[in-house]
């Protein structure tokens, strides 16, 4: 069967380490993936894509990685900060170059980050 | 901030009653989406739309229904709400495909 892995359990790290979250999926082939961010009781808010051909990108704090092989991406926020606190989608693209984007969601890692 | 609003952000409303969520867009966008959340769990689509007249239904069956009669405009109606409808609705658009998609606030509904 087809499905997206996430974390189920909450993320706690310190303020400024760098929180590491993770996303594997399993009999899909994403043209692309992204990764969003969800706060309680919103809706969630892009923050990175990723191409299928790309390995890396990065956005000020935040890198991601993006493995097809191994089937998994890698989420990255460095020197963390409480207001980083939230629950953080994968999203993958499974449209296939059709021409309209069809997303299928994880349920999300929460991460909080200490002071 | 995205431009996309959906209202009402609350709704309790018992068992039998007719309901429309509202959604509107301002981005221009031609592809709207609908999505279910219950506490904890992934976003499911229930319906998406190409564009004007053109409306789908996504991978988790949904007694909905949406129209699409303009572009900026993108409501979802239960004909009679039940508790096993009490959820959150989320809709979205985009724009070019690979694109972002943009959300709205969300609607809590609870059906008593």
């Known amino acids: 069967s087809q499905k997206i892995e996430q974390n189920s359990e909450a993320l706690n790290i310190q303020e400024g380490k760098t929180a590491t979250l993770t996303c594997n999926y399993t009999?899909?082939?994403?043209?692309?993936l992204q990764w969003y961010r969800q706060d309680p009781g919103r809706g969630p808010v892009f923050l990175l894509l990723?191409?299928?051909?790309?390995k890396e990108k990065r956005k000020e704090r935040l890198k991601v990685t993006f493995d097809t092989t191994l089937k998994q991406s890698l989420f990255h926020i460095t020197a963390s900060q409480p207001a980083d606190s939230a629950t953080y989608l994968c999203a993958l693209d499974i449209s296939g170059h059709t021409g309209f984007q069809k997303l299928v969601f994880g349920t999300g890692t929460r991460l909080l980050v200490s002071p | 901030e995205a431009d996309i609003y959906q209202t009402p952000r609350y709704l309790v409303i018992g068992t039998g009653k007719k309901i429309t969520l509202e959604c509107s867009q301002t981005m221009g966008h031609d592809k709207m989406y609908w999505y279910q959340q219950d506490p904890g769990m992934e976003l499911h689509l229930i319906h998406y739309s190409y564009g004007v007249n053109s409306t789908e239904k996504g991978d988790l069956s949904s007694e909905s229904t949406v129209s699409r009669i303009r572009t900026e405009h993108f409501p979802l109606t239960l004909e009679s709400a039940r508790p096993s409808h009490t959820s959150q609705y989320l809709c979205?658009?985009?724009?070019?495909?690979?694109?972002?998609?943009?959300f709205g606030p969300g609607t809590r509904l609870t059906v008593l």
């Open positions: 009999n899909y082939s994403p043209a692309y």
């Open positions: 990723i191409r299928e051909n790309e």
């Open positions: 979205a658009s985009s724009g070019l495909a690979g694109d972002t998609q943009y």
